[in-house]
């Protein structure tokens, strides 16, 4: 728990948005940045337990500071933050699909979304613990490795015969059939 707490505090010293808050909020209350982050922590949790609209607000946390982040890594000189963001992206789609079909059933059980943001929490942290890369590692690339040439094949397929439907029905159109405007 001491190495939470000292990354908390190193987090807390950087200059960025979060920290310009509570150091604008500091500055009016005169309480630490610490005691302010702490008690956000823990107002978002209890809102995640208790409040109406926690699917929403987990889905911000787990939306908009990774897409703030690809921004970035995106506009960065460095291949690795693109790939870091990249592997998230890919579990949080895959557990957005797995979650579509069992969310009617999950969305019952009591501390759902405080656990599901844990989840993406962890899916987004920095690299010794980042949960999306020790899943893409440990079950997506295995799996993907495995069946990349059958799912390449049936892609082709289905898009060769949207391609040819697509081309059929343009080639059935006739120009009466057309939308034209109406005349008043």
């Not at 690795?80 to 079909?101: H, P």
């Not at 980042?130 to 082709?156: K, S, T």
Request: with cysteine.
């Amino acid at each position: 728990m001491d190495g939470l707490s000292q990354r908390v505090e190193r987090f807390l010293e950087q200059r960025n948005l979060v920290t310009d808050v509570l150091g604008a909020l500091e500055a009016k209350t005169g309480l630490e940045k610490r005691y302010l982050a702490a008690g956000a922590v823990t107002l978002l949790s209890l809102y995640l337990l208790f409040g109406y609209g926690a699917s929403l607000l987990c889905n911000l946390i787990g939306f908009v500071y990774p897409a703030y982040a690809s921004i970035k890594a995106i506009e960065s000189p460095s291949k690795d933050d693109d790939t870091a963001w990249l592997t998230y992206w890919v579990v949080y789609a895959l557990f957005g699909l797995a979650e579509f079909f069992s969310d009617l059933l999950l969305s019952w059980f009591p501390f759902y979304y405080v656990g599901k943001c844990a989840f993406l929490l962890f899916c987004m942290a920095p690299r010794p613990w980042n949960g999306a890369l020790m899943l893409y590692q440990r079950v997506v690339r295995p799996l993907f490795l495995r069946h990349h040439g059958a799912v390449d094949r049936i892609v082709n397929n289905l898009s060769g015969r949207a391609l040819d439907a697509a081309a059929g029905i343009t080639r059935n159109v006739k120009p009466s059939q057309t939308l034209q405007p109406k005349d008043k």
